[in-house]
């Protein structure tokens, strides 16, 4: 059993950490595209959910017969719901991290949303490890779910702390910290629960894990159906914006998602055009070599519901005078 404990809080480690590699890609990444947020959190949801029904619940009532189980089930939901309500967690898009925030708030946006997931971290945590007590495959299904699960994550925090800072460091570092959280909940579980550890015990751990993870599960869902009104206007700017940078002579590529890649090719360009919007009051995210190849560099445009059509018209008359102005359109 030592060896299965250790396996566990490895497991939970890997799922937590994966919230780094969000945030590795919003850093990184040109555009990460909507159709790939879409597959990490519906795909991640439906592995969860069938883990939950199929395995967790069905062990727990086994153990502890079907009302006991029942009601861990639902205590497991209501705790991680009560969480949300409390701390409240959001994803990449929807925040406003464009013009009209102040370094500062944007800066405190990051920090609240490293708090806020890093609480939620904690309870997947201890879902992966009681997953992986109860059978390791089930500890792997759940742990792979929730490393899907936890990418979106880190592009939310970094997003925000890099748009405020400039520090791709900092933003790194924020979204280990609050990844650091489920193996920290695993070695709680561990040092807590282990030496309690009786059939009736983890088939009350196994019915409130598969609460948590179906809550878990169909708050990922809810991102991707929510606000149907907003999606609308979101893509409404998108192709707004799109339309314009691309009629003024800007190299856009084939962007399909709320991040427009704007390629300047030119470092020195890239970081002036980014000084002159950001003296307009737009905040937008430069990347210069080493961050890209030579010659490929780029300045990435978060566009958000929030953005007003004057807004934008704005933005498009500074990309207008400010490319021509550099030589770049």
Known sequence: MGSRVGIALLLTAGAGLSTTFGSLLGLTVKEPGRRFMGFTLGFSAGVMILVS???????????????????????????????????????????????????????????????????????????????????????????????IHNIPEGLAISAPVYAS???????????????????????????????????????WILAGVAGIMVAIALAALDVIKEEPELREKLWQNVNYMREKLQGLGYDIGKAEAAIIPVLIKDDKKANRLTNMLEKAGFIVDPMVHPAVGKGE???????????????LARAIDVFNYAGRELGII
């Open 297 to 311: 560099a780029l300045i990435r445009l978060v566009i958000t519901a929030a953005h007003s059509p004057d807004d």
């Open 53 to 147: 029904f199929v395995e967790l619940l069905q062990a727990s009532i086994e153990s502890i017969e079907f009302l006991p189980a029942l009601m861990g089930f639902f205590v497991g939901m209501a705790g991680i719901f009560l969480i949300d309500l409390l701390v409240p967690h959001e994803y990449i898009g929807q925040q406003d991290y464009g013009d009209g925030q102040s370094v500062e708030r944007l800066k405190r946006t990051g920090l609240l949303l490293a708090f806020g997931i890093g609480i939620h971290n904690f309870p997947e945590g201890m879902a992966t490890f009681a997953g992986s007590l109860k059978d390791l495959n089930v500890g792997i299904a759940i742990a792979v779910a929730i490393a």
């Open 165 to 203: 800072t400039g520090s791709r460091s900092k933003a790194f570092l924020w979204s280990f910290l609050s990844g650091v959280t489920e193996p920290a909940g695993a070695a709680i579980a561990a040092l807590v629960l282990y030496p309690f550890l009786t059939p009736a015990v983890l088939g």
